[in-house]
């Protein structure tokens, strides 16, 4: 009997090691339950996000296209404007390069009557500068002659005599 009583205990042991397993396992499967309606909950909202982000996105898209659309609208009314500026201003060019010609030719005569006049006067100036250097530089040798004579002199004559 005490075998019987002992395999009863061994056995009771064990079933209650089993039960205590089967809550262990019970409970990490409640967690992974609630784990797994969370995520799902997440989900949901992570869906319905995305779904108003695909409107915006949609939405964005139609303005987009306005936009590109009154943008080529626009563009087609500059190239027009561009386009008539530029054959304006070709006859513009046109008319002042006619006139710009014409009086350039007549400054250009204005400036050459100019510089002839100032030639002549340049001329007649630097002769003069010519003389004026030409009489310094006689005075010039004259004066080095007349030095040269009288350190000549100087060094011939005995003062020691001449004064006394």
């Known amino acids: 009997m005490t075998q019987d009583l002992n395999h009863m ?37 992570q869906v319905e996000i995305l779904k108003g982000v695909g409107e915006k996105i949609e939405q964005l898209d139609f303005k987009v296209e306005e936009h590109k659309q009154d943008a080529a609208k626009a563009l087609a009314v500059v190239h027009d404007r561009l386009e008539m500026y530029r054959r304006s201003s070709r006859e513009d060019h046109e008319r002042l390069s006619s006139h710009s010609a014409k009086s350039r030719k007549e400054r250009n005569e ?19 500068m010519e003389a004026k250097v030409t009489t310094l530089d006689r ?7 007349m030095g040269a004579i009288i350190v000549l002199i ?3 004559v005995d003062f020691k005599q001449f004064i006394g």
């Not at 064990?14 to 409640?30: C, G, M, P, R, V």
């Not at 050459?112 to 003069?128: F, Q, T, V, W, Y």
């Not at 005075?139 to 002659?145: A, F, S």
């Open 9 to 45: 205990k061994t056995d009771v042991a064990l079933i209650k090691k089993d039960i205590k397993n089967i809550e262990q396992f019970f409970s990490k499967f409640d967690y992974i339950v609630e784990m797994t309606a969370e995520r799902d909950k997440n989900m949901a909202v």
């Open 110 to 128: 204005e400036i050459m009557e100019a510089l002839e006049k100032l030639n002549g006067s340049l001329d007649k100036r630097i002769s003069d």
């Open 139 to 145: 005075w010039k040798w004259w004066v080095m002659g």
């Open 154 to 156: 100087l060094t011939r």
